[in-house]
């Protein structure tokens, strides 16, 4: 690719921070330094049309973790570990919800409901038996507000599940596309420039800053580099952070529909929610851990047909639907729940591995990766 005088001159010269990625922690970042650095020249570069990875993609769950989450994660992580990856997942929350305003999200607090199939009755009275547990851990996270959790029966008429649920009431919910759109509004705002389809295929450091290959064919120099890409993360760097494809589909609108709030099953490995009166269901990753560690941006027929087969036994029994579209989102996950964010090299940082709680810790980790400068 050549490029004119006038557009290296413009947007690939002079460069205080170049941001790979334009996600949730991508352009968080780039604000965060803006306030930090008002004169400072920060390129965004973004290898596709839209985000590439999931900030465009996932279900718009403002959540911290369900039951059955957290009592897993505590299997591998101590209290103190657990208790500050929920402290970190609301701030974040805070830090978006501030930044952009509920209504620009279209944030509601309608509660997460966590749901539990017929067989995994050992498992639900495991959970039932720890809310007081859990209650009494997070006190003081939710500063001795109502409890966390609760069991409520199911008003929802789902089939085939345990007739109880575990309810979360301080689970939220936004729209994502809502969500970016307005991060790149106040990032063009804020006089930050985003690039697309602009691929950073490799880069090093020098005395003078780090030089950058764009598209394996235009080279820039910057003074500093922050890597955002999560999933994609393996193609630039060698981290304990691997590719987790989430595949989703989405029905047309169902008149009358019901179902509100935010929806858990199988520890998670399931969620849907109800958007525009459509029923959006994701997940599926557990049926081929293998096959879905990968970033390519497809949708396997195995996966969506236990989607399908989900909505019609469990989700939506007694309703008519039709599949309006499916997709898939890549994540970045890892042994470690704890994202890593660190200074790679001189003038290069991370903020990639966020376990599927991009929406919740997207934000705060932009700002902690802004830090690493002065």
């Known amino acids: 690719m050549n490029l004119s005088y006038w557009e290296y001159e413009t947007w690939m010269r002079h460069i205080d921070f170049a941001i790979v990625g334009s996600g949730i922690v991508g352009l968080s970042c780039a604000l965060s330094l803006r306030k930090k650095h008002p004169k400072s020249k920060i390129v965004v570069f973004e290898r596709g049309m839209l985000p590439s990875g999931a900030s465009t993609k996932n279900a718009g769950f403002a959540c911290f973790g369900s039951a059955s989450e957290l009592l897993d994660d505590l299997k591998t992580h101590s209290e103190a570990e657990v208790v500050d990856l929920v402290q970190k997942r609301l701030a974040g929350l805070r830090l978006l919800r501030d930044t952009l305003g509920d209504p620009a999200l279209d944030y509601q607090e309608l509660g997460g409901y966590e749901v539990f199939r017929k067989e995994d009755s050992d ?12 209650n009494e851990l997070l006190k003081e996270v939710f500063l001795n507000k109502k409890e966390v959790f609760s069991v409520q029966n199911d008003p929802f008429s789902f089939k085939n599940v345990q007739n109880r649920l575990i309810f979360n009431r301080y689970e939220g919910q936004l729209d994502t596309g809502k969500m ?18 602009t691929e950073v295929t490799s880069f090093q450091t020098t005395n003078l800053g780090v030089e950058v ?6 080279e820039i120099t910057t003074q500093h580099l922050f890597i955002t890409t999560n999933g994609f993360a393996k193609q630039l760097l060698n981290e304990e952070v691997a590719p987790a494809r989430a595949q989703v589909l989405i029905t047309d609108p169902i008149p009358n529909l019901q179902i ?30 293998e096959g879905e560690t990968t970033t390519t941006m497809e949708t ?23 599949i309006s579209s499916r997709w898939s989102g890549i994540m970045g996950v890892g042994a470690q729940k704890k994202p890593i964010v660190k200074e790679l090299e001189p003038r290069v940082y991370c903020g990639v591995r966020l376990g599927g709680m991009g929406v919740a810790l997207g934000s705060s980790i932009g700002a902690e990766l802004s830090s690493f400068t002065n």
């Open 123 to 134: 498992l639900f009275r495991e959970c039932e038996a720890k809310i007081p547990y859990l």
């Open 180 to 197: 970016m759109k307005s991060l790149l509004q106040k990032c063009i705002q804020e006089d930050i420039l985003i690039l697309n389809t």
């Open 213 to 218: 290959q764009l598209n394996d064919s235009v």
């Open 260 to 289: 509100k709030g935010t929806f858990h099953l199988e520890k998670g490995y399931y969620y849907f929610r109800n958007i525009h009166n459509r029923i959006l269901l994701g997940g599926g990753r557990n049926l081929d851990f």
């Open 300 to 322: 396997t027929q195995r996966i969506q047909d236990e989607l399908e087969r989900l909505l019609h036994t469990t989700i939506l029994p007694n309703t008519a639907f039709k």
